[in-house]
């Protein structure tokens, strides 16, 4: 172990450097979100069609001051650029004038709506504007508008860190792009009752403003950031001059008819109608229906294989529930939003099985209540409604095969409350969460109260934050509470350490997601980067984490981690990175989730090596393959090989395939509880699997409005169970033969697709018709037959945006 980190110290020397430490920041860089941007007042509005030669824009005032972001932070840009901003009483109007030197070749790259990386990013050209009207330094929203047309729009949250952007939220506004000899043009018409502002006559709020350069690979902003900083939100800069607006009081429609039908067991047709509401209550706070909400248009789940004791956590996808989630968001997760509308099965029979049943619970109704308050207290609520939902229960009575409705899931409402106060200063703030869930028919109550706070010093650079949570489940009550600690040196480092405990009576799974409780969890992360181009290098990282767990009250550890990695961006724009990860010996639980009757156990070492390059990310081709190799004392050897290939043959046509090829053996895989003569038997086995997962994905602009997507994953697993071991002793890893007789070995093949056209006829307003397969096969070798599940769907639906 010695000689391997000695090694990796050298290394890192070699390719940072020993300069690392004179790189040179620019000295006032804090100085630069004190910059002004002027909004002048207009009384004939221009005609948004790209030309800026309309009259409107002859007073505004010019905004020049850009400087590089990437890949020269802070430097001049090659190019000129120019901002200018107006507005009336409705609407904020904004114009780029783009110089470009060599018109003929400016990126316009067709896409999907918000899709940053294949329309925007470093594969097209494009201009954008960050606007944050509550002045807060935490929250805002960003507009983009590409070289093609192509609009993108995100609600930021969080100061705009790591998963602070939101680009499910979607509003409607106006924009127009037109080339000329001296490069490219853009108006931008954004009516202010998307914002939230405060009812003050004089507003200042934050922006900042962007534009992507293609064919130097610059990211040019105004007012400019240093790289090295946290945020992005606190560095807009001052936008004054917006005077005497009113306040937004409209109400949104967009109703919905659906027309489909689904295929599994049987045939079955689908109508449907539900509507979404959006009322501005006013420019602070917002309310959200969704009325019969349809998620048709949404991606599959993708397959994945799961042997532990614990479910799998999926991603949300669903748009109203994606929208303001990060305001909901904690490192104890818990409003999981997947469980609303989960598959029915709260409750399961004592004896037969269930032979049909929906594949998901029906919401009836939702709404979202999102705000502040001019004190600057903001809060969000949702509350959401599902059925009660039946499956078909087959069971014997007298000797015959009888079947009835049985109720999988009660009548159920879904609550989550937030609310949140800054304290010290404007970045620092301290928040209150509560769950709720009740069901018809229970009297067991499940609720969850969250007191969470982050605290930022040092203009951001040093934060503390943390949480302690209370839950209630079955009539037991539990608690749970996690910090952590960071501080980031805005030239080339950062550290972090974290800790966390949850008692054995936590419990927040009936609307959140926990795995296992009743232990304890901390670590260290060290981050080395070099932000700027030097030698070979665009940029680098160096990471090294540590990691160590272990059970409350009986002093045994069950986590013991170790990962360094490293990652490389050389200035031909190649890629090239990779990680190493150690895991001594340790104790494991896991499978007492599973059966009371189990034990703890001991995980036995092993480490892993992950190596990865990436071809030229401006190219139509990019390949990216990838090397992992895994070895334990017991289990051996594993390797898994992936490659995944990007192919932009035009500019309006992505496609994309990930795949991947694992042969990993694994030691002590549970098998079950075996019960004989000499009691209970715990019978665990060394498993081969052999797993080859891929994922095409193709992406089709017709125009800036009219998209096709296709996304198809075949996935296909081989497990074998090559021994079975009966466990000699708690806590040990000693086993002896077992002559179980059953024959654990299967197969999965599984193919899962979603394809969606989508048109938006007018603003606001979508046709979507969507296809979705889900073929699921699954072979027991004790069984020697294959079984098969499928559903395939087709829909058509149309949505009407208006307003009042």
Known sequence: MKKILFTILIYFNIIFGMSILGEKIVDDDTQLKLKVAIATRIANPPIIDGDLSDRAWE???????????????????????????????????????????????????????????????????????????????????????????????????????????????NAVWDSEVLFNDNGWTVEIRLPFNIFEY?????????????????????????????????????????????????????????PYLLSGQTNSNETEKIQNVGMDVRYNLNSSNMLNMSFNPDFGQVEADP?????????????????????????????????NSRRIGRAPGFYAPESGSIVDKPEATTILGSAKLMGKSASGLRYGIINAVTNE???????????????????????????????????????????????????????????????????????????????AVNSLASNKSGYGGRFIFTYRNPVWWEIRSWGQSVDKNFNVNDMGFQERNNNWYGGFHLGIRRDYPKGYFLNQRLSLKASTGGLNGIGLIT??????EQNNNFINYWGLGWSLEFNPETFEDDDTYRDSRAVIIKDEGR???????????????????QFNISRGVIRGVGKEYGLELILKPTDNINFSVKTSKEDRPESMQWVGIVEDENGVNIIYSNIKREQTNTELRLDI???????????????????????????????????????????????????????????????????????????????????????NSKSNSLFLKFDYFFQL
């Open 59 to 169: 007073n505004a005032k010019i905004i020049t001051e850009f400087v590089q972001h990437e890949p020269f932070n802070l430097e001049a840009p090659t190019v000129k650029n120019v901002a200018r901003v107006l507005y009336d009483d409705n609407y904020l109007y904004i114009a780029f004038d783009n110089f470009d030197p060599n018109p003929e070749n400016i990126m316009a790259r067709r896409s999907r709506r918000d899709d940053w990386e294949a329309g925007f990013g470093n594969n097209s050209d494009w201009v954008g504007i960050g606007i944050d009207s509550r002045n807060d330094d935490k929250s805002g929203y960003w507009f983009a508008v590409n070289a093609a047309e192509v609009q993108l729009d995100v609600a930021i949250s969080g100061s705009g860190g790591h998963g602070g952007f939101d680009n499910s939220w």
């Open 198 to 254: 405060s009812s003050s006559k004089v507003q200042e709020w934050g922006a900042s403003f962007q534009r992507g350069y293609y064919n130097n690979q610059e990211e040019i902003h105004w007012p400019g950031r240093a790289l090295g900083v946290r945020g992005i939100v606190p560095h807009y800069g001052v936008l004054q001059g917006i005077e005497g607006i009113p306040q937004p009081k409209n109400i949104e429609f967009v």
């Open 303 to 335: 397959s994945v294989l799961n042997l532990s004791a614990f479910e799998t956590r999926l991603s949300e996808k669903r748009p109203f529930f994606v929208q303001g989630a990060n305001f909901f968001k904690s490192r104890f997760n818990l409003f």
């Open 389 to 467: 939902e039946y499956g078909l229960l087959e069971y014997e009575e007298d000797g015959n095969l009888k079947k009835k409705k049985f109720l999988l899931e009660p009548f159920t409402n879904y609550f989550v409350g937030r609310v949140e106060k800054p304290i010290i200063n404007e970045l620092s703030t301290v928040g209150f969460m509560a769950t709720d869930l009740r069901r018809k028919g229970e009297t067991n109550q499940s609720r969850v109260f969250n007191l969470d706070w982050r605290l930022n010093f040092m203009d951001n650079r040093l934060s503390f934050e943390g949480q």
């Open 559 to 564: 986590r013991k981690n170790i990962e360094i």
């Open 607 to 625: 480490q892993s090596f992950d190596l990865w390059f990436r071809t030229d990310r401006r190219k139509r081709l990019i390949l990216r393959p």
């Open 701 to 787: 602009a017709f125009s800036s409005k009219m998209t096709f997507e296709a996304y198809y994953q075949p996935f296909s697993v081989k497990m074998d169970y090559t021994d079975y071991n009966r466990l000699e002793e708690e806590k040990s890893l000693k086993v002896s033969p077992y002559p179980y007789t059953g024959n654990k070995n299967f197969k999965i093949d599984n193919q899962v697709g979603t394809f969606v056209f989508r048109w938006e006829y007018l603003p606001g307003s979508l046709f979507y018709a969507v296809y979705n397969l889900n073929d699921n096969s699954y072979y027991s070798a004790e069984d020697s037959e294959w079984s």
